[in-house]
């Protein structure tokens, strides 16, 4: 090989190896979130201000590289599996249709995960129609040693924003094959913690709090 030869050669390759690393940084870049916009009725819309705050939080606290606005996704929805993690919330009435079921079963054994936030009022939907989705599961309260509540930041207890029925802020998981699949606060309003300060007025370590938790939920379902 001439001597010109091998300089464009090695040109060629550090060119290519120039552009996979741009598809590859691309890639990171492009990560997103969404949030499920399930029928029934219910406020699926609920604290519109939180899931964009956690995304900024995650971004400048744990090194996250997600896109500043989270997606609107319905459950039946092919792009459901473009997003490693959905958020669901709301006060009142949600339906999943059987195709909207199935779906999201699929996304979730395929790697998916999903976090529900009750904004009080949610509870008997949710379990009902999470039934719809794994009927062979139940909600478990999930264990303080489990992961989730250990990966940038350690939980003893469930950040409790607010106050509902006089009950304790409870974590509940749905594990399917061992998997951590979806976790579901309940009694602590984590979403409402996410907000912006004025909307609910909250103080700054209670947000803080809240925040720490929803960076926990995230880097888990991006690990598992």
């Excluded at 964009?52 to 400048?60: A, F, K, M, Q, V």
Aim: aromatic fraction near 14%; hydrophobic fraction near 40%; glycine fraction near 6%.
């Amino acid at each position: 090989m001439k001597i010109s030869d091998f300089n464009s050669f090695r040109v060629a390759i550090k060119f290519g190896l120039l552009c996979c690393c741009l598809i590859i940084s691309q890639f990171v870049e492009a990560q997103e979130v969404a949030i499920l916009k399930y029928e029934g009725g219910g406020d699926w819309y609920a604290n519109p201000t939180a899931v964009p705050n956690l995304i900024r939080y995650c971004n400048e606290n744990i090194d996250t590289h997600l896109l500043d606005k989270p997606k609107n996704i319905e459950p039946q929805s092919k792009e459901l599996f473009n997003f490693p993690i959905v958020f669901l919330t709301g006060h009142g009435n949600v339906f999943f249709s059987d195709q909207a079921s199935k779906n999201l079963r699929n996304y979730l054994i395929s790697g998916g995960f999903l976090h529900i936030s009750d904004n009080y009022g949610l509870d008997q939907f949710i379990r009902k129609e999470m039934k719809k989705v794994f009927p062979e599961l139940e909600f478990e309260e999930i264990p303080f040693e489990h992961d989730i509540y250990h990966q940038n930041y350690n939980f003893t207890t469930l950040p409790k924003i607010h106050e509902h029925d006089a009950k304790p802020a409870q974590g509940f998981g749905l594990f399917y094959e061992g998997r951590l699949v979806c976790f579901y606060d309940f009694e602590s309003d984590l979403s409402d913690g996410w907000e912006d300060e004025v909307v609910h007025n909250n103080p700054p370590e209670v947000r803080q709090k809240a925040l720490q938790m929803g960076a926990n939920i995230i880097a888990y379902a991006f690990k598992n």
